[in-house]
């Protein structure tokens, strides 16, 4: 089968966009000049530098003018996990504290709590993962609680890439600043997804990542509010305010920012309430098809709009997409040498094994048409049906857990 963009006809339907999404052709457009005649390296002082230094100047207002932000808060990175780490270890070396404390919560991206672990390791850095109730939301008051006198970084996401739970994050930035301890919050998911606003949410440091709102993989952004001190995590020449050295990739940054403006646009225009009519659509009809198998995974709000995370009775979630290879989506399981683990988020909500691997994370996009939900519910829907082959019936509980992505 041939794989085409999932904005046009004659592929799989792509209901995977938690894990990627598609370059807007505008985007593509955008970026073009500044892969060909705008080559300049902005920090020049002649003729060539001058464009690549207006369109970089441009792409970093962009984005601050998506979240809220000053054009001089936001810091370009290569990626959301370089985001995460400058963020996490930025503020731990800076605080030049005698054992640190990080608080985090169990179901971060890996991103978050894998840097969390080398802070510990390397560091001597104490941290504490707070735990999340059925629907994976944290309890502010579990925050208030672990907070000390040695804290100093609280670090929770804004949505959750496998649930699509929005974490309450105003309630949680605000217990953290009434203890003089900056909030840090990962918005991979949420951002471009959901109006979100870095004032009003009382956030500090907050996450931006190109390719979850339709930019290249390759290009992201760390808001950093004014006056928060970091320690750089790549020492050089001084660019991104002496945060991040090196020369800046101009044709990734305006791929961003075009991003970011048409997310904004999308976001005005209600896009996300289409998006979410559409979701809500897959679910009926999958419930309808399946009576009394189909079990959401998480809170019913507040969740991003294009995530639908559903258990169904008797299948295992990774056998039913390969048999729809029409269908193009995930689990948010684990796979190790061909072992399929149980996701972390969903152990950590208090599903059992059986639920947890018969899981599928379905995430729309600015490209999902009715006609592309109706079509994956009924071949997931025939896939899982009582004839399917891929019903299960009885098998041991998996030997070990991992975690997944």
């Known amino acids: 089968m041939t794989l085409v963009h999932p904005g046009f006809d004659g592929g799989p339907v792509y209901l995977d966009h938690n894990a990627t999404t598609p370059v807007d052709p505008r985007v593509v457009e955008a970026m073009r000049p500044y892969l060909a005649e705008w080559f300049g390296n902005p920090s020049s002082a002649h003729a060539y530098a001058t464009e690549p230094g207006a369109a970089l100047a441009r792409a970093r207002r962009q984005v601050a003018e998506l979240i809220g932000a000053r054009a001089g808060e936001i810091v370009f990175t290569g990626s959301g996990s370089e985001a995460d780490n400058l963020a996490l270890?930025?503020?731990?070396?800076?605080?030049?504290?005698?054992?640190?404390?990080?608080?985090?919560?169990?179901?971060e991206h890996p991103a978050v709590l894998e840097t969390c672990r080398a802070l510990e390791r390397l560091h001597g850095v104490e941290v504490t993962c707070?735990?999340?109730?059925?629907?994976?939301?944290?309890?502010?008051?579990?925050l208030a609680a672990a907070l000390t006198e040695r804290t100093v970084l609280v670090s929770v996401m804004a949505a959750n890439n496998e649930t699509g739970a929005l974490q309450p994050i105003a309630d949680l930035a605000r217990i953290?600043?009434?203890?003089?301890?900056?909030?840090?919050?990962?918005?991979?998911?949420?951002?471009?997804?959901?109006?979100?606003?870095?004032?009003?949410l009382g956030v500090d440091l907050l996450t931006v990542v190109g390719?979850?709102?339709?930019a290249p993989k390759g290009i992201a952004a760390l808001y950093v509010r004014e006056g928060v001190a970091l320690e750089p995590l790549v020492?050089?020449?001084?660019?991104?305010?002496?945060?991040?050295?090196?020369?800046?990739?101009?044709?990734?940054?305006v791929a961003l920012g075009t991003a970011a403006e048409l997310a904004a646009q999308e976001l005005a225009a209600g896009g996300h309430a289409r998006i979410r009519d559409l979701r809500d659509r897959l679910h009926a009809q999958l419930t309808r098809a399946l009576p009394g198998r189909v079990h959401l995974n998480g809170p019913a709000e507040p969740r991003l709009p294009n995530t639908l995370n559903i258990s169904i009775d008797g299948i295992r979630g990774h056998e039913l997409l390969a048999a729809v290879p029409e269908v193009a989506?995930?689990?948010g399981s684990a796979c190790h040498s061909g072992d399929h683990m149980p996701s972390?988020?969903?152990?950590?909500?208090?599903?059992?094994?059986?639920?947890?691997?018969?899981?599928?994370?379905?995430?729309?996009?600015?490209?999902?048409?009715a006609e592309d939900v109706d079509s994956a519910a009924r071949l997931l829907a025939a896939a899982a049906g009582p004839r399917s082959p891929v019903r299960h019936r009885e098998s041991p509980s998996p030997r070990r857990t991992a975690r997944g992505e």
């Open 344 to 369: 972390p988020v969903l152990q950590a909500m208090g599903l059992n094994d059986d639920r947890a691997l018969s899981a599928l994370r379905l995430s729309l996009g600015r490209w999902t048409t």
């Open 176 to 200: 953290s600043r009434t203890h003089g301890v900056p909030f840090h919050c990962d918005a991979a998911q949420a951002v471009g997804k959901v109006p979100l606003d870095v004032r009003e």
């Open 235 to 253: 020492y050089g020449g001084g660019q991104e305010r002496g945060l991040r050295a090196g020369t800046e990739n101009v044709a990734l940054a």
């Open 130 to 142: 707070l735990p999340v109730d059925g629907d994976g939301l944290v309890a502010p008051v579990a």
């Open 211 to 214: 390719h979850k709102m339709y």
């Open 329 to 331: 989506s995930s689990t």
């Open 89 to 107: 270890r930025g503020a731990v070396l800076a605080a030049k504290a005698d054992r640190p404390h990080v608080i985090t919560q169990v179901t």
